[in-house]
Nanobody, 127 residues
Framework: QVQLVESGGGLVQAGGSLRLSCAAS????????MGWFRQAPGKERDFVAA???????YYADSVRGRFTVSRDNTKNTVYLQMNSLKPEDTAVYYC?????????????????????WGQGTQVTVSS
């Protein structure tokens, strides 16, 4: 079991930046793949970014080039740096720990590939 706590959300104007943090405890963090998802009101939870234990990064097309996911294994923390924010980025952002059963590339891009979730942090981008 992994406990995850997100922070760093808030209200920002379009074009601005925010950095989300997700602190983890429980399983050995350095061996866990981590992901970021977001959910807007009335919509499904969507993949944003992933960073496996290898440090390779993956992004949704909608955020590639604007968002950067990183991890600091010494602090058991994963980050999501969000630049050039747009109103359509408004959502609750969740970090998640990859399930041990998720062993291929594809599953880490889906909600089903993760078995522990944080409580979420609200990001609101005004136009």
């Amino acid at each position: 079991q992994v406990q995850l706590v997100e922070s760093g959300g808030g209200l920002v104007q379009a074009g601005g930046s925010l950095r989300l943090s997700c602190a983890a405890s429980g399983r050995t963090f350095s061996s866990i793949g981590m992901g970021w998802f977001r959910q807007a009101p009335g919509k499904e939870r969507d993949f944003v970014a992933a960073i496996p234990w290898t440090g390779i990064t993956y992004y949704a097309d909608s955020v590639r080039g604007r968002f950067t996911v990183s991890r600091d294994n010494t602090k058991n923390t994963v980050y999501l740096q969000m630049n050039s924010l747009k109103p359509e980025d408004t959502a609750v952002y969740y970090c998640a720990a990859r399930s041990p059963s998720c062993s291929d590339y594809g599953c880490q891009l889906t909600v089903g590939g993760y078995d522990n979730w944080g409580q979420g942090t609200q990001v609101t981008v005004s136009s």
